[in-house]
């Protein structure tokens, strides 16, 4: 399938900014299952210097400086990706759950890379609640894919998608204790139960198709930003990607920005800015299929 994109955010300022130093994960990156054809960014003011560069997980990060002084910023993505994720294998063909987590924990080849999202990370520190939540999809000897689907559909069904009642600094624990919230809430949900449990997860950003396929139900979460989750299968299957908001195995609604730890490795925008003062910010995503 193939997408076109056009993702806007706009940050309005109640005084001018003089100055400002803006860190973008905007633009779409080439993974297994997905070729970008085409990604630019516009800016608006025009950035006096502009940098490009990969952090550290492969990301693509994007440095704008502006220094003009001005009462308004907008950056916006246009891009055209191609996406068709493989299927999971067969879930009887995955290892036990607890085999996944001792070779996580032991790490060396085929394993260091994901043992990194092992660990505690800044918005994610250790929850013993989300463990006692996840550890009840992995009796003993369960086939780690099927321990992964059931805690994926568990969080569909358990949990109600409700704007409006978190925001980027809930905590796991309010969210489990609510019972309610939005995509990056249920995503660092289920992270951090993978984790409290010996599970590599990973966070991962980007887009969700708007209109679902003929016949099937509308999507949690369209029309915005979108999160999910990255799980760990072990070194012969490699990862598998799951959106917990709604109960799908990623495969060709799904358009990757970036992985991180957590929300805070790649927010889409970050910045210093001198002046300002209070601002309100405003998100438009259109996210195409084309025929």
């Known amino acids: ?58 990301n693509h990060v994007s440095w704008m400086f502006l220094d003009r002084r001005h009462d308004r910023f ?14 999971p294998p067969p879930v009887d063909e995955t290892l036990p759950w607890e085999d996944v987590a001792a070779v996580a924990l032991a790490g060396g080849p085929g394993a260091w890379q994901a043992a990194e999202f092992l660990f505690d990370s800044p918005m994610l520190p250790a929850e013993p609640a989300a463990g006692a939540y996840a550890v009840v999809s992995f009796p003993p000897g369960r086939p780690v894919l099927e321990g992964l689907l059931d805690l994926n559909a568990r969080i569909r069904k358990e949990f109600s998608f409700k704007p409006g009642v978190t925001n980027v600094q809930t905590t796991v624990a309010k969210v489990l204790s609510q019972r309610a919230g939005v995509c990056q809430d249920f995503t660092h949900l289920m992270i951090a139960g993978l984790r409290a449990i010996g599970l590599p997860a990973r966070y991962v950003s980007g887009y969700l198709r708007t209109r679902p396929p003929p016949g099937q139900p509308a999507r949690r979460g369209a029309d915005q ?31 990757v920005l970036a992985y991180g730890r957590d929300y805070s490795d790649i927010s889409p925008v970050r910045g210093v800015i001198l002046g300002g003062g209070r601002h309100n910010v405003s998100v438009g995503v259109d996210l195409e299929a084309v025929e």
Do not use: C
Request: net charge negative.
């Open 1 to 58: 399938m193939r997408y076109r994109i056009s993702h806007t955010t706009t940050y309005d300022y109640a005084r001018p900014v003089d100055l400002a130093s803006h860190m973008l994960h905007l633009l779409p990156r080439d993974v297994p299952g997905q070729s970008v054809m085409s990604a630019a960014l516009e800016a608006e003011p025009l950035p006096g210097r502009m940098n490009l560069a990969d952090d550290h997980f492969g």
């Open 225 to 255: 930003s979108h999160a999910w989750v990255g799980a760990w299968m072990g070194p012969a299957h490699g990862w598998v990607d799951l959106d917990p908001t709604n109960n799908l195995v990623v495969k060709d609604e799904h358009v």
């Open 74 to 87: 907008s950056v916006t993505l246009k891009a055209e990706v191609d996406v068709f994720f493989q299927p």
